[in-house]
């Protein structure tokens, strides 16, 4: 399959149509036009003469420019073709008002040519179309507004007949700009991908293109530049701007040995880096590549209408025959008069508005949903994240940091409690003896070498200091009965959730550490919002004892939780939870993958695992649940504004049909209502990406 940039495609219906015909050439199954991204996707072995005759008789051609170049340059031809535009209809405009002045001063045939003409210079293209199709018999929008100017000709309606003309001129260029502009949201997301990178390579430096860098090679970042692809600082230290990535505006410090993200923007200083992934499998690349993807998702709203659309155009113009014939047949003798009023029905039987109704919308609202750090990864997710009842969240790294911590301490000998906690434990990498290293070097100590120190598998760690043994580890350690308070102490961290550190000597409790994993600080906010959202119920499933989830539920303000959960055992939570309602998922880890692709919507954190993104509907390029309100208040807007931009464009053309009855249906009238319909669906679409809403983000 071959990609192609396209240039002048302007009409949903239309690109629909070429898509079908291209389709019926010979090697052209499967080839698609993508109407959101202006972009033809093209079977091999097709005969491109074939093709571009198939573009060309709608107006829209191949561009030259190579598919992923998404320079302003690009756009050269697309403004150039809506500046004509705008040219031939206000010419048009000007002819058409200067032959309404002669029409009152002269009495011949003189204003009917410049009728003709000022209606020539803005729908020609349509008429072309038009009449080419009334030949085949082929009945689309064109078809119906050139019968529509060929009737109100005929019967000396040259005004009126060109009033038409320019107003669906008018309609079509602005149907057009409402979709390039979303197009242009979008494609403003893609521009922020790197062109260069500055090799390092035996002492030299050269630019070369992000494309030839391989995994290994050494790269130079000065201040201002893009990092060019995933990698890890060689040396340096610089705050880097990930906000293409992440959609965190606040920079991030980054020295030696740690990851950045290509895309990303260093702010000061020079940073060598070291490349871990070529572009192509970068997180940039990715993400702009699923972007692209998930605007030509289509949604089963949108899938309904095209089908709908398909076969709106042929009944109108059976309804049009109708109100010309039967009337004058049934009621009085008037043909003239009906045959207007048959012609007004074919103009109001424009599907444009109604097409239009969901693209623009559902474009909109993933781009400003991807400049907030939030991917979604095609349409039906949008339309599926606006309609959602219940969240079921992972616990570790998702509402909690996902590291332990020390938050409770009961010390009986503070004398020997954190020296002896810390010289046994600081050689360790265990991420618990970090926990406890974290909050030993609080204190105001100087802590020992171990004589002789040994692993005790199930309990902990033994050791010798200054000739006396000790012990860090849990409730097995130890072996000398306890006392009523020690055993009170430890039943009371037990109750609360907490994992249990013992320090102690051959014949007593030193003291207790009291270890969590650290809940977000955010956590209880984000509930709250999602509640504030439309979220009926926010659940936990986790593989972690009782009395810690519970803990952790109560804290953030959970409406559930299920402990004790193996993978399996939260998949089949997920499908039980999604007999009474749309459920979401959101986890980070390899075990949260199965549930993640069980739900409707899977939600997977950005800096998770590479199995739950792959798996995710949804990916929150932040570490942490910040953004998901603002998502999930976006996709209920682009919903709500769907099904009124579907209400809107059937309810006014119903209103035009309804005039018929009395016989007070116009052409003006007729064209107002599908141009009104037109404009006002799509200025309505656009309204998604205005207004930054208010993030909740972590507070370190």
């Not at 040219?87 to 000007?94: E, F, K, P, V, W």
């Not at 020295?255 to 260093?266: L, P, Q, R, T, Y």
């Not at 509402?399 to 004398?415: A, S």
């Amino acid at each position: 399959m071959n990609e192609y940039k396209l240039q002048g495609l302007t009409c949903g219906n239309c690109a629909r149509e070429m898509e079908e015909r291209i389709n019926q050439l010979e090697n052209g199954e499967g080839s698609r036009i993508l109407y959101n991204s202006s972009k033809l996707v093209l079977s091999d072995g097709v005969d491109m003469r074939d093709v571009e005759k198939i573009l060309s008789s709608d107006g829209a051609a191949i561009m030259k420019e190579n598919p992923h170049d998404h320079s302003d340059h690009a756009h050269d031809h697309s403004h150039t073709s809506s500046d004509n535009m705008k040219i031939l209809i206000g010419l048009s405009a000007i002819i058409f008002f200067s032959a309404i002045y002669v029409d009152t001063q002269l009495n011949n045939i003189v204003p009917v040519i410049m009728y003709l003409t000022a209606a020539a210079t803005s729908g020609y293209p349509t008429f072309i179309k038009g009449a080419k199709n009334l030949l085949k018999l082929k009945f689309n929008i064109d078809t119906l507004m050139t019968i529509a100017l060929i009737g109100a000709f005929s019967i000396g309606e040259w005004k009126e007949g060109t009033l038409v003309a320019i107003l669906f001129g008018i309609n079509e260029l602005l149907e057009g700009l409402g979709m390039e502009k979303a197009r242009k949201s979008m494609e403003e997301l893609l521009k922020v991908a790197p062109k260069e990178a500055v090799l390092i390579e035996n002492g030299q430096e050269r630019v070369v293109p992000i494309s030839s860098l391989n995994v290994g090679d050494l790269v130079l970042v000065k201040s201002g530049q893009k990092i060019p692809s995933d990698g890890i600082v060689a040396s340096g230290r610089s705050s880097v701007n990930e906000s293409a990535i992440t959609g965190e505006a606040m920079p991030v410090e980054k020295e030696a040995d740690e990851k950045v993200f290509g895309g990303s923007i260093n702010n000061e200083g020079v940073l060598k880096v070291r490349i871990t992934k070529e572009y192509k499998d970068s997180s940039l690349a990715k993400i702009l590549h699923l972007v692209e993807e998930a605007q030509e998702t289509k949604t089963p709203t949108e899938q309904f209408i095209n089908r709908f659309a398909k076969y709106y155009t042929p009944i109108i113009m059976v309804i049009s025959a109708l109100v010309m014939i039967i009337p004058p047949l049934l009621v009085n003798g008037e043909w003239g008069f009906w045959f207007y009023q048959g012609l007004a029905v074919l103009i109001v039987g424009c599907p444009c508005a109604l097409i239009l109704s969901s693209p623009i919308a559902i474009v909109s609202g993933i781009a400003r949903n991807a400049k907030n750090g939030i991917l979604v990864k095609g349409g039906v997710f949008l339309e599926q994240l606006g309609k959602l009842d219940t969240i079921a969240f992972d616990k570790t790294g998702t509402l909690t940091k996902g590291h332990p911590y020390v938050e409770k301490m009961v010390v009986f000998d503070e004398e020997n409690f954190f020296h002896v906690a810390g010289s046994i434990e600081k050689s360790s990498s265990h991420p618990i003896a970090k926990a406890v290293m974290d909050k030993v070097n609080d204190q105001p100590i100087a802590l020992s070498e171990p004589e002789e120190i040994n692993t005790i598998s199930g309990q902990g760690v033994s050791a010798v200091l200054d000739g006396k043994s000790y012990k860090v580890g849990n409730e097995k350690s130890i072996a000398f009965p306890l006392p009523s308070e020690v055993s009170n102490n430890i039943d009371a961290l037990k109750s609360e959730g907490y994992t249990l550190v013992i320090v102690s000597s051959e014949e007593k409790v030193l003291g207790l550490f009291g270890i969590t994993d650290e809940i977000r600080e955010e956590s209880k906010d984000i509930i709250g919002e999602l509640y504030s959202a439309g979220i009926r119920s926010a659940v936990m499933l986790t593989g972690d004892h009782n009395k810690t989830a519970e803990k952790v539920a109560k804290q953030v303000g959970l409406t559930n939780y299920y402990a004790g959960l193996l993978p399996d055992e939260k998949v089949a939570k997920v499908k039980e939870l999604t007999a009474s309602g749309k459920v979401a998922m959101v986890g980070d880890g390899i075990n949260d993958a199965p549930a993640l692709a069980t739900a409707d919507l899977g939600i997977a954190m950005g800096k998770g695992t590479d199995s739950a993104i792959e798996t995710a509907d949804i990916v929150l390029m932040q570490d942490h649940l910040g953004k998901l309100p603002s998502a999930i208040k976006i996709s209920k807007r682009v919903n709500k504004i769907i099904k009124l931009n579907i209400s809107l464009a059937l309810g006014l053309k119903l209103i035009a049909l309804l005039l018929t009855i009395p016989g007070l249906l116009t052409l003006w009238i007729a064209i107002l209502s599908d141009m009104g319909a037109t404009i006002v669906v799509t200025l309505i679409s656009l309204t998604v990406m205005l207004g930054e809403k208010k993030q909740i983000t972590p507070t370190s």
